[in-house]
């Protein structure tokens, strides 16, 4: 019985060659695309499966209002001794910075570019266990100024010496080296290469001076328990209550209650989020690794939409199969007539798509191992792939395919009387063709949805690409300081000395600086009341010339100038999104209070983009260097305008000032300031490619189901059309014969597609502060191509059709 199914299944697969190898190769690539989309997934989910116990490991959330976005993954130094001395939940804590550091260090006299730097206290590895291959296993850090160093590094610093003991300096500070660690064998949220105790000494003061200001870096709980996370939340808003709110309510003379609510106090609190939950954010400013999060949109975008590829190749393959089975009615209905079982059928047809499915299983292995190398650098993921491993997903695949392509079909044959079978009237029976118009009508749908959705898609990201940003950054560099240890409280001075050669130099156009840097992640905020109105508001401290270098506008009042005396004492510019936040209408001459101080708004700058467009317009303070001691050096960077002409010339004559004033010991470093900020727009590029490559397998793979299926319906239809030709049809009238249900699908399934497509889209854009409105564009472009395709793959086959040789047909009528 095998033998002649075997035979069977191979005089028909030849028989129809083209849609087989249509039917494997759609199958593979729609398992491919799920192959690939899950391996993706499964590395994401993967992150921090090495550390034993990540589950009570937290990171606190500080929320400072209802505000959406209004949260820092960041808390001053002195909560954790503060939480310790009152909690029976916490086993133990570490403050670490939430990123990583880069620059140059010295080792043994000589200067090493370094990546991947972490700043933390003694007690990191209690949080995180690496494993500690050299050194004191039990106290890794046993003192002040130390660094341990990963198994995998170590070669790169000290070529073959024994590191353990040697000194490396960094930032003008001396580090020993004591000890080594194993770096993890699967992905982790914190994989650093040096870790740095130099955490400890800012600690220490922050808890000494009462420092509770300082939202540095992130503190990390372990737990006793995951079940005691409420219970800590509920203990540090205590402390916060006590420590912060009290002592300065009770100096002001009022209750803790009364002081919250004036100042827009009431709604700050906690939130613990675990270590194992924080590769798979989907708000970056919640997580506090240095890794950060994952893109999650891409993810579920690649998931889904790979998940849709498959449906339709399954879709096409049941269709296919469908119409083959229905035009094989003689073998079947002689088969009935010598008492072949209803079951008996459905096996054959389970063995034919059994062989089908496995055939198209095996490319897609080959397709998967074949596209990784690509895919790797494409997703920036080491997308590991052991077949073994998804044997058993893969027999689920196909038993389910087998089933559903086996199943199907043979009932609708089966359901026929013999008679009509053996006559062939199966073919035109609505009772066998409305399951395939079905299938044909939702690959429509899909493939339309997808269309949508990579023109709007297409759209928002060349919205963001040509935004206007609201300053102008061409040829302008921000080239580092890197200063010595012992001049960097003189930052200042030194900035005005290097300006003052800076634009002596011929093809500079400008030089200004600011405490931030445009285009980068550095910010500072300060926190500040306005009649019942809480604000949290960037700061920025910038040289009188500043705006002009970027071209940033006012919206209404004056800049900062140096010919007005009190711009260095008392008067700041806001940005319009501070203004709206503070309700004002008429905000120049307006006063408020402000780091202690009551500063006078002289000027309204225009909203621009600091950091991203992923992000809305933060608030901003915008005042003089020389207005309040020590935010001059917390500049980090001169920003500089050059010629494009002699750029190379100009930047070497730069260089030549900064060895010139021998502010550094590292090397001369600079960047475009408009590339860095392009850096900003890597993850939407990538979704739209990912979107775009995947939107195009589901436009190839319905399309070529609707050519599959034109094709076999109508070459099943040949002799109609010859009968048709030998009354008179002409050419034009079976053209509209043969193709008119094709073109009511095709328009079917756009019009069910529109509101789908409209909805998730939108809720796509929800994710950007700016985004496009949807047009009515996107679904017209979306008609024209998906009818003008539709028409040219059937009116191909159908007038293919219509140039039969008539006698060929019907000689035997």
């Known amino acids: 019985m095998l033998k002649n199914w075997l035979k069977i299944y191979w005089y028909n697969a030849k028989r129809n060659k083209f849609y087989f190898l249509l039917n494997v190769l759609g199958l593979a690539i729609g398992l491919s695309a799920v192959i690939i989309s899950y391996l993706y997934y499964a590395e994401e989910k993967s992150y921090d499966k090495w550390h034993p116990y990540s589950d009570r490991v937290f990171s606190i959330e500080t929320k400072f ?145 009462n420092g509770w200001g300082n939202y540095s870096s992130a503190l990390w709980l372990k737990l006793k328990t995951p079940e005691s996370k ?56 919640k997580n506090a690794t240095p890794e950060g999060i994952a893109n999650v949109n891409r993810i579920y975008i690649a998931l889904g939409l790979s998940v849709m590829i498959m449906l339709l190749s399954v879709f096409n393959y049941i269709n296919i199969t469908t119409v083959q089975v229905m035009n094989r009615g003689k073998e079947v209905g002689m088969r009935k007539t010598l008492g072949a079982s209803r079951g008996g059928m459905m096996m054959q047809n389970y063995f034919e798509s059994g062989l089908t499915v496995l055939i198209s299983i095996i490319i897609s292995f080959v397709i998967v191992e074949y596209s990784l190398p690509s895919l790797r650098v494409f997703f920036k993921a080491k997308l590991l792939f052991n077949i073994l491993e998804y044997i058993p997903q893969v027999l689920l695949f196909l038993v389910m395919v087998v089933f559903l392509v086996g199943t199907i079909p043979a009932l609708y044959i089966s359901s026929f009387r013999t008679i009509e079978v053996l006559k062939g009237t199966v073919k035109r029976s609505k009772k066998g063709i409305w399951f395939k118009n079905t299938l044909l009508t939702v690959q429509f749908v899909v493939a339309c949805f997808f269309i949508i959705g990579s023109l709007i898609v297409n759209q928002q990201v060349n919205y963001m690409l040509n935004k206007d940003l609201g300053y102008k950054a061409d040829q302008i560099v921000g080239v580092s300081y890197n200063l010595k240890k012992d001049l960097r409280k003189n930052t200042l001075p030194i900035y005005q000395r290097l300006k003052e050669d800076i634009l002596k130099i011929n093809g500079v156009e ?17 926190g500040y009341s306005y009649q019942g109105n809480q604000i949290q508001a960037g700061v920025a401290a910038m040289d009188y010339d500043f705006f002009d270098l970027f071209d940033i506008k006012l919206k209404e009042g004056r800049a900062l100038s140096r010919e007005f005396a009190s711009d260095s004492i008392n008067n700041v510019l806001l940005n319009e999104k501070a203004i709206s936040m503070m309700g004002l209408k008429d905000p120049i001459g307006k006063s408020f209070d402000w780091n202690e101080n009551k500063v006078t708004i002289v000027g309204v700058v225009k909203d621009f983009n600091l950091f991203g467009l992923n992000e809305d317009y933060r608030p901003m303070i915008f005042l003089s260097l020389d207005l309040e001691e020590g935010w001059g050096s917390n500049m980090s960077e001169m920003s500089i305008k050059i010629n494009a002409e002699n750029a190379k010339e100009t930047m070497d004559a730069i260089e030549q000032v900064w060895k010139k004033h021998d502010i550094s010991d590292l090397p001369f470093t600079y960047e475009f300031v408009d590339k860095r900020f392009a850096k900003s727009f890597d993850k939407t590029i990538q979704e739209r490619n990912v979107f775009m490559v995947l ?60 509101f789908p497509s409209y909805y998730f889209l939108n809720k796509w854009l929800s994710d950007y502060a700016f985004r496009i409105e949807i047009g009515v564009l996107p679904f017209i472009i979306c008609f024209l191509i998906i009818v003008v395709l539709t028409l040219l793959i059937v009116f191909s086959r159908a007038y293919k059709a219509t140039k039969i040789n008539v006698l060929k047909y019907i000689k035997y009528e």
């Not at 994989?191 to 001076?209: C, G, H, Q, T, W």
């Not at 400008?510 to 300060?526: D, E, F, H, I, Q």
Request: with cysteine; charged share 20%.
């Open 510 to 526: 400008g030089a200004s600086a600011w405490s931030l840097a445009m285009g980068g992640k550095s910010y500072a905020s300060v």
């Open 65 to 209: 209002s209802v505000a959406d976005n209004d949260s820092w993954a960041t808390l001053s130094y002195p909560y954790g001794a503060a939480l310790m001395d009152i909690s029976d939940e916490v086993e133990d804590y570490a403050y670490s910075d939430g990123y990583y550091q880069g620059g140059m260090l010295s080792v043994n006299g000589k200067y090493k570019s370094f990546e991947r730097a972490c700043y933390s206290q003694s007690n990191f590895f209690k949080i995180f266990p690496f494993e500690i291959l050299n050194g004191n296993k039990q106290k890794p850090f046993d003192g002040p100024d130390q660094v341990l160093i990963k198994d995998t590094y170590v070669e790169y610093l000290f070529n073959d010496k024994d590191p353990i003991g040697q000194t490396i300096e960094l930032w003008g500070k001396v580090f020993t080296v004591k000890g080594i660690y194993k770096g993890a064998e699967t992905l982790s949220s914190m994989d650093p290469n040096m870790v740095f105790n130099n955490l400890d000494e800012r600690v220490k003061e922050a808890i000494a001076s």
């Open 695 to 754: 939107n195009g397998l589901v436009v190839f793979i319905a399309l070529f189901g609707l050519f599959s299926l034109a094709s076999f319906s109508i070459n099943s239809r040949l002799k109609e059309v010859a009968i048709r030709k030998v009354l008179g049809a002409s050419a034009e009238s079976l053209i509209k014969q043969l193709t008119a249900q094709y073109i009511i699908y095709c328009l079917l399934g756009f019009g069910l597609a529109v």
């Open 230 to 285: 409420g219970i800590v939340e509920k203990q540090l808003l205590d402390i916060y209550n006590e420590k912060v709110i009290a002592p300065v309510a009770k100096s002001r003379g009022i209750s803790a209650a009364e002081f919250k609510k004036e100042n827009g106090y009431e709604d700050l609190t906690f939130y613990l989020h675990s270590l194992s939950t924080q590769r798979l954010m989907k708000e970056a400013y």
